[in-house]
Nanobody
Framework: QVQLVESGGGLVQAGGSLRLSCAAS????????MAWHRQAPGKQRELVAH???????NYADSVKGRFTISRDNAKNSVYLQMNNLKPEDTAVYYC??????????????WGQGTQVTVSS
C-alpha cells in the first residue's frame, strides 16, 4: 500500500508565500517523477510543476519565476515553494508521483489535496 500525504496549504494574502510538502510512504521500491497539480473551482485540474527522478524541473507558464519544485529522495518527498502568490493561484493543490512498489508494479499515485487560498 502506497500513500501520498500533503501538508502546508492555507490562507495567505496576495504577495505572500507558502510551502507545500508531500511525503510518499508504504511499500515503496523507488519513486520516479513527482509533480504538483491544482484545480480551481469550475476549472480542470492542471499541471503546476514537475520534477524527474534526476531533478529536472518543468513549470506551467503561469507560475514560472514564482514557484519552485524540489525533492528529497531520501525522504520520498516533494515540495513546492510558492512566492508572490496571486488570487488566481487559489485552488486545491494535489501531489502526484510515479512509484514502483515493493511488488515491482509501477503506478501513478495522488494525494488527497490541500487547499491554498490567496486573498486580494
Amino acid at each position: 500500500q502506497v500513500q501520498l500525504v500533503e501538508s502546508g496549504g492555507g490562507l495567505v494574502q496576495a504577495g505572500g508565500s507558502l510551502r507545500l510538502s508531500c511525503a510518499a510512504s508504504g511499500s515503496i521500491f523507488s519513486v520516479k517523477a513527482m509533480a504538483w497539480h491544482r484545480q480551481a473551482p469550475g476549472k480542470q485540474r492542471e499541471l503546476v510543476a514537475h520534477i524527474t527522478g534526476g531533478g529536472i524541473t518543468n513549470y506551467a507558464d503561469s507560475v514560472k519565476g514564482r514557484f519552485t519544485i524540489s525533492r528529497d529522495n531520501a525522504k520520498n518527498s516533494v515540495y513546492l515553494q510558492m512566492n508572490n502568490l496571486k488570487p488566481e493561484d487559489t485552488a486545491v493543490y494535489y501531489c502526484a508521483a510515479v512509484i514502483t512498489a515493493q511488488g515491482m508494479s509501477t503506478s501513478a499515485y495522488w494525494g488527497q489535496g490541500t487547499q491554498v487560498t490567496v486573498s486580494s
